[in-house]
C-alpha cells in the first residue's frame, strides 16, 4: 500500500465526536473534519467557483475543527475534564496561525487576509474569535507538543487532498467578503456533518483518500435529506454576479 493510501496515525489519537451512546466508539476529529468538507463541496457546487477557489474554500471549510486535535479537548471527550486552554474553535485559530508558513503558499494570499480567513474558519460556533497573540501561543501550550506536530501533519494532509486549492488573485475586499460568508458555510456543512445517523462513527483504519471518498458518497444522501440540495446557479447570473 503506498503511503497516501495508508491510515495516517494521527487520525486516531483524537476524537472529534462523543460516543452516540455511553461506552460507544468516538468519531475522530480527522474524519469529521473531512465529513464537513465533503458536504461543502455539495453546498459550494451550485456557485460555480473556479476549482482553485472553490477548493480552497473547502480546504477551509475541513480546518474548521483543527482545534479538536489537542490534550483538552481529548480530556474533555474522554473524561470531562474541561478545557483550560480555551474552546476548541478557539484553539483552531491559534493553530491555523502557529502554522500559518504552511498555509501561506497554498491560499496564496496577503497575511491580513489570510488571518481573517483563519477567524472566520474558526468562529463557526456564532461569533469570531477575539485572541491575541499572547492567548494563541498560552492555547497552544495548552494543546501540547504532540498535538501541535499532529494538527500541522493534518494541514500538509488535507491540503494534499485539494490539490489546486488556491486563492490567488483575489482582492483584499474579496477575502473579506469571503470571510464573513464562510461562518455560514462552516455552520450549516458542520450541522449536517455533525449527524450521526449520516456519518456514524467510524474507525481509524482508512486513509484521508479513502475516507473521503465514502464521506463524499454519505454527503450526497445528507445533503438531501437536510433540504439543501440546490440547482446550480444560471450562466447568466454568474456572468452578472
Request: hydrophobic share 45%.
Amino acid at each position: 500500500m503506498l503511503e497516501g493510501q495508508m491510515p495516517q496515525s494521527w487520525i486516531g489519537r483524537w476524537p472529534g465526536k462523543s460516543p452516540v451512546e455511553p461506552g460507544g466508539r468516538c468519531h475522530p476529529a480527522g474524519w469529521h473534519m473531512l465529513d464537513v468538507a465533503a458536504v461543502a463541496e455539495r453546498l459550494v457546487a451550485p456557485f460555480g467557483f473556479p476549482a482553485p477557489r472553490a477548493q480552497a474554500t473547502v480546504l477551509l471549510v475541513a480546518l474548521h475543527d483543527l482545534g479538536k486535535i489537542g490534550a483538552q479537548f481529548r480530556g474533555m471527550i474522554l473524561d470531562g475534564s474541561p478545557q483550560q486552554g480555551g474552546s476548541h474553535w478557539k484553539v483552531t485559530e491559534a493553530l491555523l496561525r502557529h502554522h500559518d508558513a504552511r498555509l501561506a503558499p497554498i491560499l496564496a494570499i496577503p497575511d491580513r487576509s489570510r488571518f481573517a480567513l483563519y477567524a472566520a474558519t474558526a468562529g463557526h460556533h456564532g461569533r469570531p474569535p477575539d485572541a491575541d497573540q499572547a492567548v494563541w501561543e498560552r492555547m497552544v501550550t495548552y494543546a501540547g507538543a504532540e498535538a501541535v506536530a499532529d494538527a500541522g501533519a493534518a494541514i500538509d494532509a488535507l491540503a494534499a487532498l485539494w490539490p489546486e486549492a488556491s486563492l490567488a488573485g483575489l482582492s483584499r475586499e474579496d477575502a473579506y467578503r469571503l470571510s464573513w460568508w464562510l461562518p455560514g458555510l462552516v455552520a450549516a456543512a458542520d450541522w449536517i456533518g455533525s449527524n450521526a445517523l449520516w456519518f456514524p462513527p467510524s474507525e481509524a483504519d482508512l486513509s484521508l483518500a479513502d475516507y473521503l471518498d465514502l464521506a463524499r458518497s454519505r454527503a450526497g444522501t445528507a445533503v438531501v435529506a437536510a433540504g439543501l440540495e440546490s440547482p446550480a446557479v444560471s450562466g447568466v447570473a454568474r456572468r452578472s454576479g
